[in-house]
């Protein structure tokens, strides 16, 4: 049994419409990256208290918080980051989540062994900030990021070795980062650090992104390994079918309805049921 998420901000601007929606497809969480036009770091005490009637209002609950820490230069002092991290989590922590998404960090060159003990010295740091914290830091492999392949993101789990830090494993990142039978070859080294999931699928040939199964990521093996694997998280919709920015993508109400019936598919194929 497994659960369903969805990035809000891939439907609308507005947060209200970003819920009326889920509602309407049956989707009983939200990962929030930004509502009304503003990312989750930048959001006030009137923000909060606005999405928290609001998702009270529509019975849906908050998964994850989308934030952008670690989407910055790696060279960038690392209180920026940690302060953010302190502001987002007070956040979560008043909508009713411990999850933070972050990244791995933009390097300065070509990706060398420097640049990786950078990355987790620096990860490390955000994790005994989640640890004093109570915050539970979930780390997406990107493109152009440290953690971008499946090597160096097994390399830095395996460095930081922390609870506080998991891994989201994105299947359509990893087929744009050039990733070829990713699950064959990764599952058994990558997924004890397994805490959540994004949900959308690219191709190899041009690296556009589709709806689940329609690609190369290998969403039904990895379902199947999910589900043997006793995984009974967060399934989360992150589709980009209509535009992929630097901080943020988007799908449209339409887009997300039909990456929600993608997904749905596979889980009955795949035997799962949702929680």
């Known amino acids: 049994m497994m659960r369903i998420s969805a990035f809000g901000d891939e ?22 990256r930004a509502a009304w036009g503003l990312n989750c770091s930048q959001f006030t005490d009137e923000h ?3 999405i928290t009637a609001l998702r009270a209002r529509y019975d849906i609950a908050v998964s994850c918080m989308g934030s952008p820490i670690g989407k910055s230069p790696i060279t960038d002092p690392i209180a920026i980051e940690s302060e953010r991290l302190k502001t987002i989590g007070e956040t979560a922590r008043r909508l009713g ?11 300065e060159r070509d990706i060398d062994e420097a640049e990786l003990q950078l990355s987790i010295e620096r990860l490390g740091a955000l994790s005994e900030i989640a640890r004093e914290q109570d915050l539970q830091l979930l780390l997406e492999n990107e493109k152009g990021v440290v953690g971008d392949i499946p090597e160096r993101c097994l390399t830095l789990m395996r460095a930081i070795d922390s609870p506080r830090l998991r ?6 990142n990893f087929v744009q980062c050039g990733a070829v039978d990713q699950v064959d070859r ?3 080294e ?20 589709t709806v689940a199964g ?26 980009h079918l ?22 749905r598919k596979l889980m009955t194929e795949a035997g799962i049921a949702e929680g």
């Open 97 to 107: 989540t411990r999850n933070i998404r972050l990244f791995s960090f933009y390097p």
């Open 11 to 32: 439907i609308a601007v507005d947060f209200e419409e970003q819920l009326r929606v889920l509602k309407a497809l049956e989707i009983p969480l939200i990962d929030i």
């Open 186 to 188: 990764w599952w058994d």
């Open 167 to 172: 891994f989201i494993w994105d299947p359509a």
């Open 48 to 50: 909060i208290s606005r």
């Open 242 to 263: 209509l535009e992929a920015r630097h901080s943020s993508g988007f799908s449209g109400a339409d887009g997300m309805e039909a990456a929600v019936g993608a997904l």
């Open 190 to 209: 990558l997924h004890p650090y397994i805490g959540y999931i994004h949900i959308k699928d690219a191709r190899i040939a041009d690296k556009s992104v």
């Open 214 to 239: 329609d690609g190369d990521g290998q969403l039904l093996n990895l379902l199947k390994r999910l589900r043997d694997g006793g995984y009974q998280g967060v399934l989360s919709l992150e589709p």
